[in-house]
């Protein structure tokens, strides 16, 4: 049914810490590498050792830089489906494929009544719904529904792939409808934001903004300076103390 | 937006069925011969089921399209998907009726019509209720989809009218020229309103990185084009948008008006008249495609 549940008190959902992540890709690649034998059909490439490969990815890491002169900063920006609350991808589906999971809020395609018409990716702001291009069924991000319920996987598993394999910690999962949960912690400490919120979706998803910079000292610093202002101590300091001796 | 042909041939050409199925149910042409009532009524309802078929195209799974007629409570796809089937169904019942009684009582004809224009109403809203497409989301989208379907219905009847050697009438050929030059006036004003605003996204609001100051993409995700770009950020219209506009009112609006004011009702004339607004309206249909611009490309540094 494409018509949106109630909201759901347990929001399940990311938090993505824009100030860690340094643009490694394991999360895209884990991803792909979980989902196409996990939820619904394998996630297709086309032409993938060609000139023009082409295939269904659910999560995507772009790279960006702000700010201007010596205050730019590179920031590394992964973005998937963020599970809106008034996800106008479900509303738009005219088969009930598209639907959004009243116990948890997961946003989740039934893909054996997906007809691949299109319209959930065109309703969609952020670009987080890809068509496979083998399958013709609309492919997304499913919160790797098929892990974090997965009683048969060790707990540290039973989270998203990405968030499992990120090297840095920069991603993080949890209950983004619980004040008191240790995602919502997070983005109420660092001012998590939402991604184009005049698109009125509500995501669910958050995003932790770089912490600021710390106040650099503006006098340069000489390295010569340092080594030569630098009293030896400990075994230097004999070393140092015999050879003035014998100097 | 990349405008695929199923989708263009199918929101104009549907457009002109149910335009002309409208006025056909409003009693716009004599159709007492039952051989004349087979003829019109089939040929219309197979311009608008030939619409609706090639819609399916697209498809990943044609074979599920079944499917889209569930979701009217939410989906507008759906809805239109409803309110064609509807409509079809309620012409053929004009049509056996009206054979048997003769033209139905008028708040029955009336009622189809209206049920004619909603669907019409249903397919512009697919696009118009698209938040992500500023261009599209405007008041006067579904206007312009209405305006282009009468108008095409209309220049479709005065071509029925003279096929079946029936008079066209001074006001009915005035009616016709106002429905092509108001069609194409409201066009104009879309043109110059719809999306002129933006869509209030930009860079900073999509990665929420508008504090640090200006926000410049450097590296894209992935190394060749997927299916978004592919889908949604078809730029090859925006540079040619104004000459295609041009062609689009000449060949859809000034030629067929120039066609019904200089020429007798010859068969001929009209059908060459009718085909080139639906020729000016294709045109006009894979601009509103093509030009349409969504909030994804953003993030793959569309910066206007």
Known sequence: MTMLPEASAIKLGLVIDLDICVGCQACVVNCKEWNTSGYGAPLSDDDAYGAAPNGAWLNRVHAYEAGTGADARTIHFPKSCLHCEDAPCVTVCPTGASFKRAEDGIVLVNEDWCIGCGLCAWSCPYGAREMDPAEGVMKKCTLCVDRIYNDNLPAEDQVPACVRTCPTNARHFGDLGDPDSDVSQMVAARGGVDLMPEQNTKPVNKYLPPRPRRAADDTPVSLLAMAQDATPSGFWKWVDSTLEKLG | ?304
């Open chain 2, 1 to 304: 937006m990349r405008p695929a042909w199923s989708i263009i041939f199918f929101t104009s050409i549907s457009g002109l069925g149910f335009g002309l199925a409208a006025w056909l149910v409003l009693g716009f042409v004599d159709l007492a011969d039952p051989q004349h009532l087979l003829f019109v009524g089939m040929a219309t309802m197979a311009l608008i089921v030939s619409g609706l078929v090639s819609s399916t195209f697209h498809l990943g799974h044609p074979e599920r399209a079944w499917r889209a007629l569930t979701q009217w409570r939410s989906s507008w796809l759906s809805r239109e998907g409803v309110l064609a089937v509807v409509a079809l169904v309620a012409m053929a019942l004009w049509g056996l009726y009206y054979t048997r009684h003769g033209m139905p009582p008028l708040w029955a004809s009336g009622l189809i019509a209206v049920l004619m224009a909603l669907t019409v109403y249903a397919t512009s809203m697919i696009y118009a209720s698209l938040r992500t497409v500023a261009r599209w989301h405007h008041p006067l989208t579904p206007v312009c989809y209405l305006m282009f379907a009468a108008s095409s219905g209309l220049m479709a009847v005065l071509w029925v009218l003279a096929v079946l050697g029936q008079p066209i009438t001074a006001p009915l050929a005035l009616a016709a020229m106002l429905a092509v030059a108001s069609a194409w006036g409201i066009k104009i004003i879309w043109w110059q309103l719809a999306g002129a605003g933006g869509s209030g996204s930009s860079l900073a609001t999509a990665t929420g990185l508008g504090g640090l100051g200006p926000v410049r993409s450097i590296m894209p995700p992935h190394t060749s084009e997927n299916y978004l770009q592919h889908e949604m950020g078809f730029v090859v219209a925006r540079k040619h948008a104004a000459q295609l506009r041009v062609i689009a009112l000449l060949v859809g609006g000034v030629l067929p008006m120039a066609l019904l004011f200089s020429l007798a009702p010859v068969p001929l004339v009209l059908f060459i008249a009718v085909v080139a607004h639906m020729a000016g309206i294709f045109v006009e249909r894979w601009l509103f495609f093509a030009e349409a611009k969504h909030s994804v490309t953003l993030y793959y540094g569309d910066t206007h």
